[in-house]
């Protein structure tokens, strides 16, 4: 049975395993570059999820997905949002942005800001659908400097804040 489940230190091993398959299957999609992040310790990974709110996608105790939470100006900024593609439109995607969206809840943050390719289709469509809207704001990603990304911000539902 699918599952999505918050990431702690202790899981550095899982969330470097789901991280460095993202990156190889999507080496473009991300702020950041597989050969960096092959070279990061044990530290270093187990120092995301003490910085961040990190959500893996499991099927059968196995992550096939992952996203997180990271502090922002903004709000809490989703980043490296990814599922294995033979986990692709099931729902896992929906169950992981929930996910980060609940945690800016918590955590009594107005919005979720998430940065997407200019020209990636199929992703403007997803954040569309769960009601995330152009801001305005576009830059380079930082990783790959000819590919622009342009922001996109979900109000957080909750109380009045």
């Known amino acids: ?9 202790q899981d550095w091993s899982a969330l470097r395993a789901v991280r460095l398959a993202a990156l190889v299957d999507s080496p473009h999609a991300f702020a950041s570059t597989l ?7 044990e530290a270093d990974w187990r120092s995301w999820p003490s910085r961040h709110a990190v959500f893996a996608a499991l099927v059968d105790g196995t ?3 992952l996203a997180a939470g990271a502090p ?14 033979g ?5 896992l995607a929906d ?9 800016a809840g918590e955590l009594g943050v107005d919005t979720v800001t998430a940065w997407v390719w200019e020209h990636n ?10 009601g995330f809207a152009p801001t305005g ?21 909750g109380p009045a804040r």
Do not use: I, K
């Open 63 to 65: 992550p096939v997905g």
């Open 1 to 9: 049975m699918p599952e999505v489940t918050r990431l702690t230190p």
């Open 95 to 103: 169950g992981l942005v929930a996910a980060v969206v609940g945690r």
């Open 72 to 85: 922002d100006p903004a709000g809490l900024e989703l980043v490296s949002l990814w599922l294995a593609p």
């Open 35 to 41: 050969a960096r992040e092959t070279a990061f310790t």
């Open 137 to 157: 704001r576009g830059e380079p990603n930082p990783a790959h400097r000819d590919q622009l990304e342009v922001e996109l911000a979900l109000p957080v539902p």
């Open 121 to 130: 289709a199929r992703a403007h469509r997803f954040y569309d659908r769960l």
């Open 87 to 91: 986990h692709r439109g099931g729902g």
